[in-house]
């Protein structure tokens, strides 16, 4: 593929994809993986620059939410650490084992979490701490880890949706997702880099520039929009995110 004009649509989707993410907490994969995948980029190639990308735009989403007050710094070690764990192991399996096997338990979990998060919202119950929900952080977090290794995305998706469902604080959860996920996406991107190396250099440079344009302003949105809303937007997110894996996966 040439550089040319292709490259300000390469920052453009970044653009998009991030401005989402940093916002709802999840779908920077999705967005960015299925429009590549529309312009005819090989498969192993879009997943290796989606992740490398995603070094640069977690770090810039994060350290925005971080100077907007979006992270709670207890969750945040509680999340990344055991995300990392999982995120290294997921890469090694990849090199094992089809990710496309996990996919439809995956797509499945996430269709039962965006309901318990509308449900929420209509409802109109309030973010409680609640201990279960507290106790169950790391395992979220290797899990969640894991999976984006393996599927080649998803972190956001189960680690806010999982949290948001169990009661947790909107603007915090979001906040601190994105910047765990900058530790997780480094440790994951590494390990391809040591195993399978890096192609399209022009594609992660245009996903970076869009990325790194939409983090600041994704997280105003966040700091600004009423927490409800959010919440909202979350579940009909994840529910759309589920829905579309699940049709891909069953044709």
Known sequence: MELG?????FILIGLAAQLVDGALGMAFGLVSTSVLLAMGLPP???SAAVHTAKVFTTGASGGSHALMGNVDRTL???LAI???VGGVIGAYVLTRVPGNLFRPVT????????????????????????AAGQRKVPAVGFLAGLLDAIGGGGW???STSTLLASGSATRA???TVNLAEFAVTLAISLTFVFTIGMEYAHVVAGLVIGGVLASPLAAIMVKRLPERVILGSVG?????VSAYQLVLFNR
């Open 5 to 9: 004009n292709d490259f300000y649509w």
């Open 236 to 240: 009909v997110l994840a529910l759309v």
């Open 173 to 175: 959860t979001i906040g």
């Open 82 to 84: 055991p995300g990392v």
């Open 44 to 46: 192993a190639s879009v």
């Open 76 to 78: 945040l070690l509680r």
């Open 107 to 130: 797509c499945l979990y996430l269709l039962v979490l965006a309901v318990l998060i509308l449900r929420r919202v209509i409802r109109h119950r309030a973010a409680k701490a609640e």
């Open 156 to 158: 956001g998706s189960l």
